[in-house]
């Protein structure tokens, strides 16, 4: 099992900035990849950003792509999410994501393990 916590989220002004955390913990040694995704009610769950974990490749969605970033710190087990030239539609719950086995990134049934989602709000 590996457990995802997520921390950083928050209310932003639009053009603002935050930067979302997620630590992993357990068995980590089988990570694959991690990613961001965030859902808005309603709606459904949608891509961000991933990052395999062994290799460092990212993948970008592209409405995020130019404002968002993704990186990883490999001994404390933490992938960060910097979000720039936030809009009032990045407005959601960013969840953090692992997988366990190679699939396509931007796919949500890849990841096995999510974290409890963190509240981003971007005023206008």
């Known amino acids: 099992q590996v457990r995802l916590v997520e921390s950083g989220g928050g209310l932003v002004q639009a053009g603002g900035s935050l930067r979302l955390s997620c630590v992993a913990s357990?068995?980590?040694?089988?990570?694959?990849?991690m990613g961001w995704f965030r859902q808005v009610p309603g709606k459904e769950r949608e891509f961000v950003l991933a990052?395999?974990?062994?290799?460092?490749?990212?993948y970008y969605a592209d409405s995020v792509k130019g404002r968002f970033t993704i990186s990883r710190d490999s001994a404390k087990k933490t992938v960060f999410l910097q979000m720039d030239s936030l809009k009032p539609e990045d407005t959601a719950v960013y969840y953090c994501?692992?997988?366990?086995?190679?699939?396509?990134?931007?796919?949500?049934?890849?990841?096995?393990?999510w974290g409890q989602g963190t509240q981003v709000t971007v005023s206008s």
């Open positions: 994501a692992a997988a366990d086995i190679s699939g396509p990134l931007y796919y949500r049934r890849t990841y096995k393990y």
């Open positions: 357990g068995r980590t040694f089988s990570m694959y990849a």
């Open positions: 990052i395999t974990w062994s290799a460092g490749r990212i």
